[in-house]
């Protein structure tokens, strides 16, 4: 029988730890709690999680402190459960190695689907698929090419820098400066409107439905390439 997965709780408020942890113990994983930064280290190091649901208002130190030490290789997944929504904020924790974020008050249903998907992410760390099958999309990483309903689709050098970035992370957002240093260059992180070009051709070429769910928005933050799991959640923005 396999081991399930080991969850840290890090939030100062009780409550919150508690409706977390009923969600979690439900659904099979093993929690552990911590109600502030220097709890959460020591259980970091002794209990050794495999994901970590972390807030940022803690009572010692920022949570955005942490995250430089729970995100080193070989560390857990961390997913940001916060009341701050400031896209500063959100891009900093991405930046910082978070893997996602949701914010309080938040959809128990939505936030173990997120846990499911941060869980996939790491298991596959390391030995990532070559191909990643998005239903009536797959994207082929080696040979770079990219094929809806079986019909290669011809995209331009700068739309395959930005499919492969995301298809590299799937499910995860990936922030606006990350996608135009990796495609465009260091010099043009600032240059939105070169990547909000290139996401409209992508959605024109590969999302099959009106509203974008194959390419979905995080408004102010950045881009994500949701997994079969995520496309019944609908878009979070036209971008």
Avoid at 21 to 29: F, I, K, P, Q, T
Avoid at 125 to 138: C, F, K, P, R
């Amino acid at each position: 029988m396999s081991i399930a997965p080991r969850i840290l709780i890090v939030d100062d408020e009780p409550a919150i730890r508690r409706l977390l942890a009923r969600a979690l113990e439900r659904s099979g994983y093993r929690v552990v709690e911590a109600g502030d930064g220097r709890a959460a280290l020591n259980a970091l190091a002794i209990d050794k999680p495999d994901l970590v649901l972390l807030d940022l208002g803690l009572p010692d130190r920022d949570g955005l402190e942490l995250l430089p030490t729970m995100t080193r290789p070989g560390g857990p997944a961390v997913l940001i459960v916060s009341a701050r929504d400031s896209t500063a904020e959100k891009v900093t924790a991405l930046d910082l190695g978070a893997d996602d974020f949701v914010t309080k008050p938040f959809d128990s249903e939505e936030l173990l689907a997120r846990v499911r998907a941060a869980l996939r992410r790491r298991a596959s760390a390391g030995g990532q698929a070559a191909v990643i099958d998005l239903g009536s999309v797959s994207i082929d990483l080696v040979a770079r090419r990219v094929s809806r309903d079986g019909m290669v689709v011809h995209l331009t050098p700068k739309e395959w820098g930005v499919i492969a970035a995301l298809a590299t992370h799937p499910g995860r957002v990936i922030t606006h400066v990350h996608l135009l240093r990796t495609v465009w260059g260091a010099a043009h992180e600032s240059d939105i409107e070169y990547l909000r070009v290139t996401m409209r051709a992508l959605r024109q070429k590969l999302d099959t439905q009106p509203t974008p769910t194959l390419l979905q928005n995080e408004p102010g933050v950045g881009y994500r390439l949701c997994v079969p799991e995520a496309l019944a959640r609908g878009a979070s923005g036209a971008g």
